[in-house]
């Protein structure tokens, strides 16, 4: 049996489609993501994936989000093992070969839609993002993670139009909505889509695409009102996407807690310093002292969530460093949109039990929090992209979460 890789290239929410041109022997004029021939060992098929989408658009600045599980395809009487693989890229500019008649970036239930390769939508399920891949991240931040189930909910939504099941959008809207707790943006993102219009699935599809766009352009304005309060040099811990769009357009120095039990901030670190900004990471241990040593003008993080009270949950570690940051005199701003503004005044916790700290036989307890809550009176400015919000402004925006909320009330 043949083995190809089949690469979906995704540019914010949209998704690169190639079509076949006819120096291509096989499903000419068909679209494809992009495919080629696994030209090495089978099970490990990323080095063929690169090498096609090099070849076939020119890109190299590719980021890989999730290889899926090969899955076999009948193509008359040929037989194919297809291995998915799911890209991000920064811009969508290609430089196409001759294998390629043309491309389109489109949302990903056009594929539904379009006279594809077979098999090509559910190579693309085997790598989309899912209600299990909302709930089982442990790398990316609320901001990513809530467009993340945005998309999900546009793809079930899209299956569900075609098969007449309204039923089953509104059950994976649940699911998403439930799917992490303590991420408000998750639950508001989701609600909102529910509450303003038709549940239809058709509709639902089409404003859930909408809102996952709208949701990065509201990060990315947050992430500009925050960048000019960073001055030249910056303190934060964590891997927030937010966070890491206001530190590449302020490019002040950065001083990164890594950000226990995870340690995701060693790749923020890695990340920025490859892009020319000047870095120092450190232990989460020694940030506060690294905090009274330094010139830092001002101590940004991302918010999972923001309470109504004007706390702010985050990644742990949060609370102890914006306790630092009081007591050397530096501000300490949160950037995060308004969808993280939690209706409530409630914290919900998660644990990293996968990564705790102990695993000997002695009856040690475990105390290993993913967040913590660091109190309003800490925080001197929460930056959203309906600007900086007061205590005021946060519980209006919470009342408005909370009438969102309210579409299951009906059900």
Not at 86 to 112: G, K, M, Q, Y
């Amino acid at each position: 049996m043949s083995h190809v890789v089949t690469c979906f290239l995704r540019h914010r929410t949209a998704m690169l489609l190639a079509q076949r041109s006819g120096a291509v022997d096989t499903d000419t004029g068909r679209w494809d993501g992009v495919s080629g021939e696994v030209e090495g060992d089978p099970t490990d098929a990323e080095g063929d994936a690169r090498r096609e989408v090099r070849e076939k658009t020119g890109r190299t600045d590719t980021t890989l989000v999730r290889a899926g599980d090969p899955l076999d395809v009948a193509d008359g009487d040929r037989n194919w093992t297809v291995h998915p693989f799911l890209f991000e890229v920064a811009e969508r500019a290609v430089e196409p070969n001759d294998n390629v008649a043309a491309h389109e970036w489109v949302s990903p239930p056009v594929i539904r839609e379009r006279a594809t390769v077979p098999g090509l939508w559910a190579a693309y399920e085997a790598v989309a993002p899912t209600a299990e891949t909302v709930a089982s991240d442990e790398t990316h931040g609320s901001a990513w993670l809530s467009v993340r189930a945005l998309e999900a909910l546009r793809d079930g939504a899209a299956v569900a139009a075609d098969e007449g099941d309204e039923s089953a959008v509104t059950d994976l809207a649940r699911t998403l909505r439930d799917a992490r707790p303590s991420m408000a943006a998750v639950a508001n993102r989701v609600n909102r889509v529910l509450a303003s219009g038709a549940r239809a699935p058709a509709a639902v599809r089409d404003r859930a695409g909408q809102a996952a766009e709208d949701a990065l352009d509201a990060d990315d304005a947050s992430a500009t009102l925050a960048a000019e309060r960073c001055g030249d040099a910056v303190a934060t811990l964590s891997r927030s996407g937010t966070v890491l769009t206001a530190l590449r357009e302020a490019t002040p120095t950065v001083l990164v807690g890594e950000s226990r039990p995870a340690c995701e901030g060693r790749d923020v670190a890695d990340s920025l310093a490859r892009e020319g900004l000047d870095v120092t990471l450190t232990t989460d241990a020694a940030l506060a002292s690294e905090l009274a040593t330094r010139n830092v003008d001002a101590v940004l993080v991302g918010a999972d969530a923001i309470l109504a009270d004007g706390s702010v949950v985050n990644k742990v570690g949060t609370r102890g460093l914006a306790l630092a940051a009081a007591r050397e005199g530096v501000p300490v701003v949160v950037v995060a949109a308004a969808a993280k503004v939690r209706p409530d005044e409630t914290a919900h916790g998660e644990t990293g039990a996968s990564t705790a700290p102990y695993d000997g036989d002695a009856p040690v307890g475990v105390a290993n929090p993913i967040f913590d809550r660091t109190p309003a009176e800490l925080v001197n400015a929460v930056c959203t992209e309906r600007g900086v919000l007061n205590t005021a402004g946060v519980e209006a925006v919470a009342a408005a979460h909370r009438a969102n909320a309210a579409w299951d009330e009906a059900e």
